[in-house]
Every structure is written in structure tokens, then in C-alpha cells.
């Protein structure tokens, strides 16, 4: 171990002398630091994340969590990852060793977050803390999960998802009247998106990945096999796996899509169809939703209307899980609990019927 000015740049230098799995012994130097103190501080910190690991931040575990996790990771996922570490971990627990933080810690942080979060934001943000002490119990011995310990925050009542968090067909049918109000091509693109999005239930960057090699007319469907990644400006693959998949159109939506196609000028099989950006699609539908006085619903909760009509219409789980692109089936009933639930009421009177039908 040593730390020495780096005669190219004149900044300080740290090298470090370890054993790397296969028992070899290696040498790891990096350069550029503008103090030696800082030089310093790296150099203990990668000997702390490589021999006592009992004394690792969880500043410590982001960083080989991103090194050996993240080359298998989506782009969307990583992004996602990053935001959440920077603005909601890292200002409380960043510097915190993992053996210091409990449950009641924890605990403690779920009720900052309530302040400003719903319940199934605060979820999302609890399993990315979560991955990060699994992953150090995994690759570097740690032996306990104070957020497995503290549990999952619970839903309140009022944190159900609400009637306003998707339309109902009605909704739809009023939504669709301002279509009256149209006149100019921008704006029938996005109404297009919009009803496209409702009774198929893509994922938005599913549908503004679509290709004209992805229309699928012998089968009046479309093949979904990317994403669009609206930062980067470029495809990506999709969400998992179960994500590729073909998923078929009713002619309410394919005859307005293929008359939309030909009139499509100079696009190449590869080019996108639809060249809205997300903001848009998102404001147009929030004008179309005060203006004629339906729940004001984003892109994604036109996805759970969808959804939502296929419970509602008795299509069964797998099938819903396959078209919606969902990993397990589980996912599908976990997300739509409180739409299934809502049904417990009416098995009755649905027995009730068939009683009377038997007699």
C-alpha cells in the first residue's frame, strides 16, 4: 500500500496489493485524487470493502453492488437504481456502517418518507434498500436484513389504489368525445397513442418503440421486443423477459392505426411510428381528461384501465399476465388485488343464481 504524486498529472496516487477470488495476488491503483487525504480515504475504503467487511457503509455496498449487479441490468433499471440511492438512501444512510442500522432505523425512515410519499412509492424505495443488505449478505458475509426485519410499510386504506387511478369504459367513451375538438394531425397521433394504450395495456415506451417491422397485419397485432428509453433518446431492451411478446388489436384501434400508417411518410421499416414525446402524450391526456370531466388519469393508468376491463369482463389472470407482459402471475394478482377483491361481494349472488338455475 502507498500513496504517491503521479508524475503525468501531479495528482496523488493510492496503490493497494490484494487476493482476488482465485487466491492470486493482484495489484489495484487509481489516480487523480487532489489531496493526499482523499488518496488516503480511498485507499482505506477499498481495503475496509475487501478484508473487514463488518465495517462497510452502505456508501461501500452501492458501489460493488453497481460493479458486479449492474452489467446485467436494463438501462432503465440502472437509471431508476441511481435516482433512488441518490435522493432517498444515501441522504440518510450513505455514510452509515451496515452493522449499526436496526430495524427501528428503519422504521424511523419509513415515516420521514410517508411525509412526502404514498405507500406503494415508499415499497419500491424500501426493496431497493432491501437488495443492497441482500446483496452484502450474499457476497460479503453480512448476516442480517434490518429492512426483512422491519417488513414491507403496510397499505392504508387510503392508499389503495383509487377509482381515479384508471377509467373505467365509460370514462373511456367520454374521454373520447373530445376527438370532436381534433384538427390538427399532432394532436390525432397522441389520441391515437392514447387509445392504443388503453385497450392493449402496453407500457408507453413499449408503444413509442413500435416499428413499422412490428405491425403484425396477418394477425392485426403488434410484436413488442424493446423499449424506448426517453432520456437516451434510443431502444432498449424490454422490462423482463416475459415482456417480449405478441399482443393482438381490436379493430377499434386497428383501422385507425393502419389508415395512420399510410399515411406515414418516408419511414423506413426500422424508423418509430410514433415520434411524441412522452410530456406530450402525458399533457394531452391530462387536457383531454379536465376537459371533458373524466378522472385524470398518466400514460401508465391507462394500462390498469386496461387491466381493469379484462378483470372486470372474467378474462382469467394468465391470460391477463401475458398480454400485460408480466413476469409471474403473481405480479398480475398482486397489482390488481384490489380489483379482484372487489368482486368477493357479487360470488354470492352469482351462487345465488345458480341455485336457482339448478331447480
Excluded at 416499428?211 to 437516451?232: M, P
Aim: hydrophobic residues 35%.
Amino acid at each position: 500500500m502507498s500513496i504517491t504524486k503521479d508524475q503525468r498529472n501531479g495528482k496523488w496516487m493510492a496503490t493497494v496489493f490484494y487476493t482476488d477470488i482465485s487466491g492470486v495476488r493482484c495489484r489495484r491503483r487509481k489516480t487523480g485524487f487532489p489531496t493526499k487525504r482523499e488518496a488516503k480515504a480511498w485507499e482505506e475504503g477499498f481495503n475496509k470493502k475487501n478484508t473487514a467487511y463488518s465495517e462497510m457503509t452502505i456508501e461501500d455496498v452501492w458501489e460493488e453492488y453497481k460493479r458486479l449487479i449492474f452489467p446485467d441490468l436494463s438501462k432503465n433499471s440502472i437509471q431508476s437504481k441511481e435516482i433512488i440511492y441518490r435522493t432517498i438512501i444515501a441522504p440518510y444512510f450513505s455514510k452509515r456502517k451496515l452493522k449499526d442500522i436496526e430495524a427501528k432505523d428503519i422504521r424511523e425512515w419509513h415515516l420521514i418518507l410517508r411525509k412526502k410519499y404514498k405507500v406503494t412509492t415508499l415499497k419500491t424505495f424500501h426493496n431497493n434498500f432491501s437488495a443492497l443488505f441482500t446483496f452484502a449478505c450474499k457476497f460479503y458475509k453480512f448476516t442480517s436484513n434490518p429492512l426483512k426485519a422491519c417488513g414491507v410499510p403496510k397499505k392504508e386504506k387510503a392508499d389503495d389504489i383509487e377509482s381515479t387511478a384508471f377509467w373505467t369504459l365509460d370514462d373511456y367513451n367520454v374521454a373520447m368525445e373530445y376527438e370532436n375538438e381534433i384538427t390538427n394531425s399532432r394532436d390525432k397521433a397522441k389520441l391515437l397513442m392514447i387509445k392504443i394504450l388503453f385497450w392493449t395495456g402496453l407500457r408507453i415506451g413499449e408503444l413509442m418503440a413500435l416499428t413499422l417491422n412490428d405491425i403484425l397485419t396477418d394477425k392485426k397485432a403488434v410484436r413488442i421486443n424493446k423499449t424506448w428509453l426517453v432520456a437516451e433518446k434510443e431502444f432498449a431492451r424490454p422490462k423482463t423477459e416475459s415482456s417480449n411478446r405478441i399482443v393482438s388489436l381490436p379493430d377499434c384501434v386497428w383501422s385507425p392505426l393502419t389508415e395512420y400508417l399510410e399515411h406515414l411518410y418516408k419511414f423506413r421499416p426500422s424508423d418509430r411510428i410514433f415520434l411524441e414525446s412522452y410530456l406530450s402524450v402525458r399533457r394531452f391526456l391530462k387536457k383531454i381528461c379536465k376537459e371533458t370531466g373524466v378522472p385524470v388519469i398518466n400514460p401508465h393508468g391507462l394500462r390498469h384501465s386496461h387491466a381493469s376491463l379484462l378483470i372486470r369482463n372474467g378474462i382469467s389472470p394468465v391470460v391477463i399476465k401475458d398480454r400485460l407482459g408480466h413476469a409471474t402471475i403473481d405480479m398480475t394478482l398482486n397489482v390488481y388485488s384490489h380489483i379482484y377483491s372487489s368482486d368477493r361481494d357479487e360470488i354470492a349472488d352469482k351462487l345465488n343464481e345458480l341455485n336457482e338455475l339448478s331447480k
